[in-house]
């Protein structure tokens, strides 16, 4: 699949602008050659493709107050009660195991303090802290903390305040802006009522209402600008002023220095306009070839995966420099935990290497008896509809097989446990143990929660989807 072809968001309903008044100073005049700008506008496309795509997740959940993603304003926190449906498309291949909490944090003023209420050690949660580099850098959870709970205080990179009373742990990242995920285990529909009383007990708070404090001054405005529509994310030249525009929350760190200094050369500038409509027609070529050829490489890059996406994710130490690793992440589907957290295999081809399709074939995904997925927490498979990579609407509101539904599926005469990957209903017999798939192409993405060393080291590798006619 093309990924020029896929939407990385598809924000319904909200009004995006492919450009924005700006009080911002220009950037200066770019006087870079047109094969320089090209080089150069290939490396800031795949650097920066993370960064902006993560703005428009940002501008949609914690910016946009009429939209019907927005999430609530910054350092607050919102708890979705529910599991998400086909009407959530704020971000590609959510999952539907795990009720979310979200929060946005701008630390520019002064750090925020998670609270987690105790929980039974059974439940698997966990909070998923990326910085606008989308670097998972740190985890609140059951893997790492534990279900005790505890205060944790985030800090942004120009805080180095002694440790609060009361304080279980100090956090720091790199960047001003923070995204938190926060998933937590759903046993069954009977169960919701658990997840709210755990849910009502998150808490996001600045250090000084932590502490009954006086504030310090509050950071300047912003003027937050639209971000771009999904259909140009890709080829417009306003991809340079987003990306811009972000560096500013994100300080130059020491490794990066030279890289973003070549980025100024074709005007990139942190906090500076960067005006497309400046540049001469031999210039606006340059550039758009550098965005293409930039695409180019994350496309081959997503081709060589055969579905192991877990190359992808992680903290800085995890995936050094390697750009094109983080933005083919952010395209298959942003947000994704480290491997230690979660292991995500996608299954876009059938066992014979053809692109999986519900119009054409039915297919069938086997686990043998006994070996199932090897996991502390719980594992999971959904349908995505290609190429916006969303949830597949079907007349039984499902969109996985997961193992809390185990014992309602249907195991083989052998033990074994078959799976029916169809868009039209394999029988009433047969239904428990069926995920509807949309009448065109689609993508299956296993989700592997707090996977065991055997799944760690590919000692168990996740079984074939096998057409069968």
């Known amino acids: 699949m093309s990924i020029k072809r896929a939407c990385f968001v598809a924000l319904l309903g909200v009004a995006f602008a492919l450009s924005a008044c700006r009080t911002a100073p220009k950037s200066p005049p ?20 993370p960064m902006v795509d993560d703005y428009a997740v940002i501008y949609a959940y914690s910016l946009d107050k009429g939209g019907p993603q927005y999430r609530g304003p910054f350092n607050t926190i919102l708890n979705i009660s529910r599991v998400f449906t086909p009407d959530d498309t704020a971000f590609v291949t959510p999952n539907s195991d795990t009720p979310y909490s979200f929060a946005g944090l701008d630390l520019r003023a002064e750090p925020v303090v998670i609270t987690i ?5 059974k439940r698997y949660f966990v909070f998923q802290l990326m910085d606008l580099y989308t670097f998972n850098f740190a985890y609140i959870g059951t893997r790492t903390t534990g279900n005790r709970g505890g205060h944790y205080l985030i800090a942004g990179p120009g805080w180095n305040g002694p440790t609060p009373p009361g304080v279980t742990q100090v956090i720091r990242t790199e960047t001003q802006l923070v995204n938190v995920v926060g998933r937590t285990q759903l046993f069954n529909p009977a169960d919701l009522d658990n ?3 755990i849910q009502s007990g998150y808490k996001v708070q600045t250090l000084s209402a932590f502490t009954s404090s006086t504030p310090p001054p509050t950071a300047p405005d912003v003027q937050w600008p639209a ?15 987003r990306l811009a ?10 490794a990066e220095a030279d890289l973003r200094r070549r980025f100024e050369q074709i005007g990139v500038v942190p906090g500076r306009h960067f005006d497309p409509g400046a540049l001469s027609d031999e210039q606006k070529a340059a550039f758009r070839g550098g965005m293409d050829d930039g695409q180019k490489t994350i496309d081959a890059r997503r081709a060589t995966l055969n579905g192991k996406t877990d190359t992808l994710f992680g903290t800085r130490e995890y995936l050094k420099n390697d750009y094109v690793a983080r933005a083919t992440g952010t395209q298959v589907g942003i947000g994704a ?7 995500y295999p996608v299954l876009e081809k059938d066992a014979s290497g053809e692109p999986l399709d519900g119009s054409k074939h039915r297919y069938v995904l086997r686990f043998a008896k006994g070996k199932l997925p090897p996991v502390n927490a719980f594992w999971s498979m959904t349908m995505y509809a290609l190429p916006s990579q969303l949830l597949v609407k079907n007349p039984m509101n499902r969109y996985l097989i997961n193992s809390p539904m185990l014992p309602n599926l249907k195991k083989d005469k052998d033990g074994g446990l078959t799976v029916y990957v169809q868009s039209t209903s394999p029988g009433k017999a047969k239904e428990a143990n069926w995920l509807p798939a949309p009448n065109g192409p689609f993508m299956v993405t296993m989700r592997y929660y707090w996977p065991k060393p055997e799944l760690l080291n590919d000692r168990w590798k996740s079984p074939s989807i096998q057409r069968v006619r």
């Open 30 to 49: 770019v006087t870079a050659n047109a094969a320089d700008i090209r080089s150069i506008a290939k490396d800031a496309y795949i650097y920066g493709t």
């Open 117 to 121: 209420p105790p929980m039974e050690p």
């Open 195 to 197: 997840v709210r009383r």
């Open 227 to 241: 971000p771009l529509a999904p259909a140009n994310a890709r080829t417009s030249l306003e991809f340079f002023d």
């Open 245 to 254: 525009f972000m560096l500013q929350f994100a300080p130059v760190n020491p």
């Open 337 to 343: 935990n480290s491997r230690e957290e979660a292991l």
